[in-house]
C-alpha cells in the first residue's frame, strides 16, 4: 500500500472523510472571520491616526459642528464614534450656554453607551475562533478513534495480525488528528492576537473619553463661564463662605 496522501484519501472509510471535510469548512470559517477582523482593526486604526490630529485642530478652535461631522465622516474609527457621539449629544447645550452638571453626566453615559457597543462589534467573530481553536483537535481526535476502531476490526476479521496489517489505517486515521492541529493554530494564534488588539482599542477609547470630558468641563467653565454649569460650581464653593 503507498503512503502518500492522495493514497490514504482514498483508502479513508466515509467517516474519516467527513471528519476532515468539517474541519475544513471549520478552516474556512475561521479564515474568514481571521480576514475580516484584520481589516476591520486595520481600517480603524488608520482612520484613528487621520482623524485624531483633525479633531483636536477643531477642538482648540472650539468649533464642534466641524468636529462633528468630522467624526460622522471616519464611520471606521472607534475612536471617532466614540467621541462623536458624545459631542452631538452636548452641542445644542454648550452652543447655547445652558451647560449642567447633568449635562456633562448625560455625555459620560452618552460615551460609555457608545463604547459599550463599539466593543461589541470589535469581539464580534473571538467566538468562533475560540471555539475553532478549542475544538479542532478533538474533532480530529474522534475522526483518529474511529480509523483505528476500523483498522482493528479488519485485523480481526481477516485474522492477520502484526503491524503491517493496521500500519495503513492507523496512518490513515492520523491523518484527521493533524488536519485537525493544523486548523486550531492559526484560529489560537488569531484569537489571541486580536483580543490583545481589542484591548488596547478599549484603552484608546477609554483615554480619549476621558480627554473629552475634561475638555467639556474646562470648556463650560472657561469660555462658557456664564452657563449654569459654572454657576452651580460657583454657588458650591462660595456656599461654606457665606455660611
Not at 116 to 144: C, D, I, Q, Y
Not at 166 to 195: C, D, H, K, M, R
Amino acid at each position: 500500500m503507498q503512503m502518500d496522501l492522495m493514497s490514504l484519501w482514498h483508502e479513508m472509510g466515509w467517516f474519516a472523510k467527513g471528519v476532515v471535510y468539517l474541519l475544513f469548512i471549520m478552516s474556512a470559517y475561521s479564515t474568514t472571520i481571521l480576514i475580516q477582523k484584520w481589516w476591520a482593526m486595520r481600517k480603524a486604526q488608520g482612520e484613528t491616526k487621520k482623524f485624531a490630529p483633525e479633531f483636536s485642530q477643531f477642538l482648540e478652535e472650539d468649533n464642534l459642528t466641524e468636529a462633528i461631522n468630522l467624526a460622522e465622516g471616519y464611520k471606521k474609527s472607534h475612536v471617532a464614534r466614540v467621541l462623536g457621539g458624545a459631542l452631538a449629544e452636548v452641542r445644542p447645550l454648550i452652543q447655547d450656554g445652558s451647560v449642567t452638571v447633568s449635562d456633562i453626566n448625560s455625555a459620560e453615559r452618552a460615551i460609555e453607551r457608545e463604547m459599550l457597543m463599539t466593543v461589541v462589534e470589535l469581539k464580534r467573530g473571538l467566538g468562533v475562533l475560540a471555539t475553532v481553536g478549542a475544538t479542532a483537535p478533538f474533532v480530529g481526535l474522534v475522526g483518529t478513534t474511529m480509523g483505528i476502531v476500523n483498522s482493528f476490526t479488519a485485523m480481526q476479521s481477516s485474522g492477520s495480525g502484526g503491524i503491517s496489517s493496521i500500519a495503513g489505517g492507523v496512518a490513515e486515521a492520523l491523518i484527521t488528528t493533524a488536519i485537525g492541529i493544523g486548523v486550531a493554530i492559526p484560529a489560537v494564534w488569531s484569537y489571541n492576537y486580536f483580543q490583545t488588539k481589542i484591548d488596547n482599542l478599549i484603552a484608546e477609547m477609554t483615554y480619549t473619553s476621558k480627554e473629552m470630558v475634561d475638555y467639556l468641563i474646562k470648556g463650560v467653565s472657561g469660555e462658557f463661564g456664564r452657563s449654569r454649569f459654572t454657576r452651580e460650581f460657583n454657588t458650591a464653593g462660595q456656599t461654606p463662605m457665606a455660611k
